[in-house]
C-alpha cells in the first residue's frame, strides 16, 4: 500500500488536470455533485454520495451515435471518447462501474461506452454511511477491482490501494508516493471499522435470497400502495449508477438533408416507457412500474448477470419526493414473504426460476 | 420565438411558404396546409375565426401556453366576467359589444388540435423539431414526462433539496429544465403531464410548508383550465 500527503493529492490532481480531463466532487449550491475540476482546489473529497451518479461521464445523458445524410442515402457513426479522470467514486459507485461494464459489453458490445470507458481512469475514495446507505447489505461495501486509485483519507494523508498499471503510472508520473506506515495502515482500518459499524439501512435477507423472494412478490399490495404516491417522474432511474435503459432518436436539420442519430436516458417508471405501437401500454400503473425496476434491480438482471444490480448507494430513496424507499419496500416483501412459510435455498437455479 | 431561429429561418423558407404570420408579416393568403395557432380563446369571433382555420388547414398545431393549455389568461377564470369587464375598461364596460369577453378556453376546447407546442415561452428546439417532422412525413414527439427528467438530464440540485417547491414534478418537460437551470423554481408554465399525480403533489406541496391555498395558487398560476377539466 502506498501513501501520499495532502499536498502530494493537490500534486497529482493538478498533473492530472495538465493531461486530461478532469472530474471529481465537488460542492455545487452547497450540495455534494461531481462537476469538471479545472483547480486542484475545486476538488472536495465526499464522504456521503453525491445527489447524481458518476455514470454520465461514460454514459452521456444525450449523445451523438451517428450522423446521416439522406440526400445519398450515407451515414457516419460518432464516437467521442477523450482521455478523462474520475475523482471521487465510492465502493458503491465503482461496483455500479462494474456492472455498467458488464451490460454494454454483453451482446452487441456498444463502442460509444467501451470507447469511452477505456479512456476513463477511476480514482476511488473512502466514505461514511448515511442514513440511506445500504451497501453493506448488498455485499458492494469495497472495492477490490475497477479502480486505478482507491484514496483511504487518513490522519496525515492518504493511503492508497493502487488497482491497474495506469493507477501505478500516474501515481509515479505527478506526485512522490511512498509505502505507506503501519501507523497509517491502522488509521485506515480503525476507519473501517467504524464504518462497517455506522449502517443505519439494512436489507433482512442475504442479497442472494432476493430474486427468489421477487419472484413470489408479484401480486404484493405492496406495489398498489407506492403506485398511489409515485409520480412516475423517473428521478430515481436518472440518479440510479446502474440504470442503463436509454431512447434512441433521430434528429433531421431543418434543411431536410442531414440528421443525428442520438440517444438519450430513459426510465423504465415513466408513463412511455413501455408505449409501443397502436397505444398499448405493458405497464401502465405506476406500481406496475415500480415493481418492474425494483425487479431489474434483484431479479431480472440478476439472472442474466448473477449479481444483483443495486449497489446500495440510496440515492433513489434521497431523491424520491414522496419517500419511497427501495430498502424498506424490499423489507416489507421479505416479511411477507417469512409469512408464507416457503422454505427457500437461498440461490435458485435458473431452470426452477423459468 | 419562431422569428428568433435566426439560423434556420433560411432553411426552413427553402422547404415552405409562409403565407399568413401577423407578427411577421403583412401580406396574408388563406391558402395553408399547417397551421400554427397563438393564443387562448376568450371572444365569441375568435372562436369562430378557430373554426375556419381548422376548415382550411390539414394541421393544426397549438403554438405556446396560451394556445394549449389556457396558461395565465385563465386566471381570468376565477372571476365574474362582469367584474372583469369593469375592472378593466371601466364602469358599465359590460354592456357595451366592444368589450364582450368570455370565459378563457384553450384552442382544443373548440377544435380538434392535431399537434401542441408547449410553454411559455415555447423552446426554439421544439419548435423546430415539430416542424421537420411534420414536413418529413413523421408523428412529432411531444414530450410527456415530468421537469425532473429534464432537471436531472440538466444535472441540477432538485429545488425541494434547497427548502424550495416547484410544479416540477407534474409538470410536462421539454424545456430542459431551463427555469431551475438558471437558478428559479418551475411554475408549470408548460401544463401538466398526461398522467399528473395531483393527490402526491398536494400533499408533498403541504409537506414542504404550503398551505392548501397556496397549493391550489401554485396548480392555478398556468394550469387552472387543465386542473378543472381534470377534475
Same mark, same amino acid.
Request: glycine share 8%; aromatic share 8%; charged share 25%.
Given at each position: 500500500m502506498k501513501f501520499i500527503t495532502k499536498t502530494g493529492l493537490k500534486a497529482l490532481v493538478t498533473g492530472l488536470i495538465r493531461d486530461y480531463k478532469v472530474y471529481g466532487t465537488v460542492k455545487k449550491d452547497g450540495f455534494p455533485a461531481y462537476g469538471e475540476i479545472t483547480d486542484a482546489k475545486q476538488l472536495v473529497l465526499l464522504q456521503t454520495p453525491t445527489h447524481l451518479s458518476a455514470k454520465g461521464f461514460v454514459f452521456p445523458e444525450r449523445e451523438t451515435l451517428l450522423r446521416f445524410n439522406m440526400e445519398d442515402g450515407s451515414h457516419k457513426p460518432v464516437v467521442e471518447a477523450a482521455d478523462q479522470v474520475i475523482i471521487g467514486l465510492h465502493a458503491c459507485d465503482i461496483h455500479a462501474m462494474l456492472l455498467m461494464d458488464r451490460v454494454f459489453a454483453y451482446g452487441a458490445p456498444d463502442a460509444n461506452y467501451l470507447a469511452r470507458r477505456a479512456k476513463t481512469l477511476v480514482i476511488g475514495t473512502d466514505c461514511m454511511p448515511d442514513e440511506h446507505c445500504f451497501c453493506q447489505s448488498i455485499g458492494t461495501m469495497h472495492a477490490t477491482e475497477g479502480f486505478d486509485l482507491f484514496l483511504h483519507q487518513t490522519k496525515n494523508g492518504f493511503a492508497i490501494d493502487v488497482g491497474t498499471k495506469r493507477g501505478a503510472a500516474i501515481l509515479r508520473k505527478y506526485t512522490k508516493a511512498v509505502t505507506a506506515a503501519a501507523s497509517e495502515i491502522r488509521n485506515m482500518e480503525a476507519f473501517e471499522k467504524k464504518r462497517a459499524g455506522s449502517f443505519k439501512t439494512r436489507l433482512d435477507a442475504p442479497?442472494?435470497?432476493? *430474486?427468489?423472494? @421477487?419472484?413470489?412478490?408479484?401480486?404484493? *399490495?405492496?406495489?398498489?400502495?407506492?403506485?398511489?404516491?409515485? @409520480?412516475?417522474?423517473?428521478?430515481?432511474?436518472?440518479?440510479?449508477?446502474?440504470? @442503463?435503459?436509454?431512447?434512441?432518436?433521430? +434528429? *433531421?436539420?431543418?434543411?431536410?438533408?442531414?440528421? +443525428?442519430?442520438?440517444r438519450v436516458w430513459d426510465a423504465c417508471t415513466l408513463e412511455e416507457f413501455a408505449l409501443v405501437a397502436?397505444?398499448?401500454?405493458?405497464?401502465? *400503473?405506476?406500481?406496475?412500474?415500480?415493481?418492474h425496476r425494483f425487479n431489474r434491480k434483484f431479479r431480472y438482471l440478476t439472472d442474466v448477470f448473477n449479481a444483483p444490480f443495486c449497489v446500495g448507494c440510496g440515492r433513489c430513496i434521497r431523491t424520491c419526493l414522496v419517500n419511497i424507499n427501495i430498502a424498506e419496500v424490499t423489507n416489507e416483501l421479505i416479511a411477507e414473504d417469512a409469512k408464507r412459510g416457503i422454505i427457500d435455498e437461498t440461490v435458485r437455479t435458473k431452470k426452477a426460476e423459468r | 420565438m419562431v422569428l428568433?431561429?435566426?439560423? &434556420?429561418?433560411?432553411?426552413?423558407?427553402?422547404? $415552405?411558404?409562409? $403565407?399568413?404570420?401577423?407578427?411577421?408579416?403583412?401580406?396574408?393568403? &388563406?391558402?395553408? &396546409?399547417?397551421?400554427? $395557432? &397563438?393564443?387562448?380563446?376568450?371572444? /365569441?369571433?375568435?372562436?369562430? /375565426?378557430?373554426? /375556419?382555420?381548422r376548415k382550411k388547414a390539414r394541421v393544426v398545431v397549438a403554438l405556446g401556453a396560451c394556445s394549449s393549455t389556457g396558461g395565465l389568461n385563465c386566471l381570468k377564470n376565477r372571476f365574474p366576467m362582469r367584474y372583469l369587464q369593469e375592472e378593466v375598461y371601466g364602469r358599465g364596460a359590460h354592456k357595451k359589444k366592444a368589450f364582450d369577453t368570455d370565459t378563457v378556453r384553450p384552442i382544443d376546447a373548440f377544435i380538434h388540435v392535431d399537434y401542441y407546442i408547449h410553454g411559455c415561452p415555447i423552446p426554439k428546439k421544439e419548435f423546430l423539431s415539430v416542424l421537420t417532422a411534420l414536413l418529413m412525413g413523421s408523428v412529432p414527439k411531444i414530450t410527456n414526462h415530468p421537469v425532473c427528467v429534464d432537471c436531472k438530464l440538466a444535472g441540477n440540485i432538485c429545488v425541494f433539496e434547497k427548502g424550495k417547491t416547484c410544479l416540477g414534478p407534474v409538470t410536462r418537460a421539454g424545456c430542459d429544465a431551463i427555469c431551475v437551470t438558471y437558478g428559479g423554481v418551475c411554475w408549470g408554465c408548460r401544463g401538466l403531464v398526461d398522467d399528473p399525480n395531483i393527490g402526491a403533489h398536494t400533499e408533498t406541496l403541504k409537506r414542504y410548508g404550503l398551505t392548501a391555498d397556496s397549493v391550489m395558487d401554485s396548480f392555478n398560476l398556468y394550469d387552472r383550465c387543465a386542473i378543472k377539466r381534470k377534475r
Amino acid at each position: 500500500m502506498k501513501f501520499i500527503t495532502k499536498t502530494g493529492l493537490k500534486a497529482l490532481v493538478t498533473g492530472l488536470i495538465r493531461d486530461y480531463k478532469v472530474y471529481g466532487t465537488v460542492k455545487k449550491d452547497g450540495f455534494p455533485a461531481y462537476g469538471e475540476i479545472t483547480d486542484a482546489k475545486q476538488l472536495v473529497l465526499l464522504q456521503t454520495p453525491t445527489h447524481l451518479s458518476a455514470k454520465g461521464f461514460v454514459f452521456p445523458e444525450r449523445e451523438t451515435l451517428l450522423r446521416f445524410n439522406m440526400e445519398d442515402g450515407s451515414h457516419k457513426p460518432v464516437v467521442e471518447a477523450a482521455d478523462q479522470v474520475i475523482i471521487g467514486l465510492h465502493a458503491c459507485d465503482i461496483h455500479a462501474m462494474l456492472l455498467m461494464d458488464r451490460v454494454f459489453a454483453y451482446g452487441a458490445p456498444d463502442a460509444n461506452y467501451l470507447a469511452r470507458r477505456a479512456k476513463t481512469l477511476v480514482i476511488g475514495t473512502d466514505c461514511m454511511p448515511d442514513e440511506h446507505c445500504f451497501c453493506q447489505s448488498i455485499g458492494t461495501m469495497h472495492a477490490t477491482e475497477g479502480f486505478d486509485l482507491f484514496l483511504h483519507q487518513t490522519k496525515n494523508g492518504f493511503a492508497i490501494d493502487v488497482g491497474t498499471k495506469r493507477g501505478a503510472a500516474i501515481l509515479r508520473k505527478y506526485t512522490k508516493a511512498v509505502t505507506a506506515a503501519a501507523s497509517e495502515i491502522r488509521n485506515m482500518e480503525a476507519f473501517e471499522k467504524k464504518r462497517a459499524g455506522s449502517f443505519k439501512t439494512r436489507l433482512d435477507a442475504p442479497a442472494a435470497a432476493l *430474486p427468489a423472494i @421477487y419472484a413470489r412478490s408479484d401480486a404484493s *399490495p405492496v406495489w398498489d400502495r407506492i403506485g398511489s404516491i409515485c @409520480y412516475g417522474c423517473g428521478s430515481c432511474n436518472n440518479v440510479c449508477p446502474t440504470c @442503463y435503459c436509454f431512447d434512441v432518436r433521430d +434528429e *433531421p436539420a431543418a434543411n431536410l438533408k442531414q440528421g +443525428e442519430r442520438v440517444r438519450v436516458w430513459d426510465a423504465c417508471t415513466l408513463e412511455e416507457f413501455a408505449l409501443v405501437a397502436g397505444g398499448h401500454n405493458f405497464r401502465k *400503473p405506476r406500481g406496475a412500474r415500480l415493481r418492474h425496476r425494483f425487479n431489474r434491480k434483484f431479479r431480472y438482471l440478476t439472472d442474466v448477470f448473477n449479481a444483483p444490480f443495486c449497489v446500495g448507494c440510496g440515492r433513489c430513496i434521497r431523491t424520491c419526493l414522496v419517500n419511497i424507499n427501495i430498502a424498506e419496500v424490499t423489507n416489507e416483501l421479505i416479511a411477507e414473504d417469512a409469512k408464507r412459510g416457503i422454505i427457500d435455498e437461498t440461490v435458485r437455479t435458473k431452470k426452477a426460476e423459468r | 420565438m419562431v422569428l428568433s431561429c435566426e439560423n &434556420e429561418l433560411p432553411e426552413i423558407l427553402r422547404q $415552405v411558404d409562409i $403565407v399568413n404570420f401577423r407578427e411577421a408579416m403583412t401580406e396574408r393568403h &388563406e391558402d395553408y &396546409e399547417i397551421a400554427f $395557432v &397563438e393564443g387562448s380563446i376568450s371572444r /365569441k369571433e375568435e372562436a369562430h /375565426k378557430l373554426r /375556419k382555420i381548422r376548415k382550411k388547414a390539414r394541421v393544426v398545431v397549438a403554438l405556446g401556453a396560451c394556445s394549449s393549455t389556457g396558461g395565465l389568461n385563465c386566471l381570468k377564470n376565477r372571476f365574474p366576467m362582469r367584474y372583469l369587464q369593469e375592472e378593466v375598461y371601466g364602469r358599465g364596460a359590460h354592456k357595451k359589444k366592444a368589450f364582450d369577453t368570455d370565459t378563457v378556453r384553450p384552442i382544443d376546447a373548440f377544435i380538434h388540435v392535431d399537434y401542441y407546442i408547449h410553454g411559455c415561452p415555447i423552446p426554439k428546439k421544439e419548435f423546430l423539431s415539430v416542424l421537420t417532422a411534420l414536413l418529413m412525413g413523421s408523428v412529432p414527439k411531444i414530450t410527456n414526462h415530468p421537469v425532473c427528467v429534464d432537471c436531472k438530464l440538466a444535472g441540477n440540485i432538485c429545488v425541494f433539496e434547497k427548502g424550495k417547491t416547484c410544479l416540477g414534478p407534474v409538470t410536462r418537460a421539454g424545456c430542459d429544465a431551463i427555469c431551475v437551470t438558471y437558478g428559479g423554481v418551475c411554475w408549470g408554465c408548460r401544463g401538466l403531464v398526461d398522467d399528473p399525480n395531483i393527490g402526491a403533489h398536494t400533499e408533498t406541496l403541504k409537506r414542504y410548508g404550503l398551505t392548501a391555498d397556496s397549493v391550489m395558487d401554485s396548480f392555478n398560476l398556468y394550469d387552472r383550465c387543465a386542473i378543472k377539466r381534470k377534475r
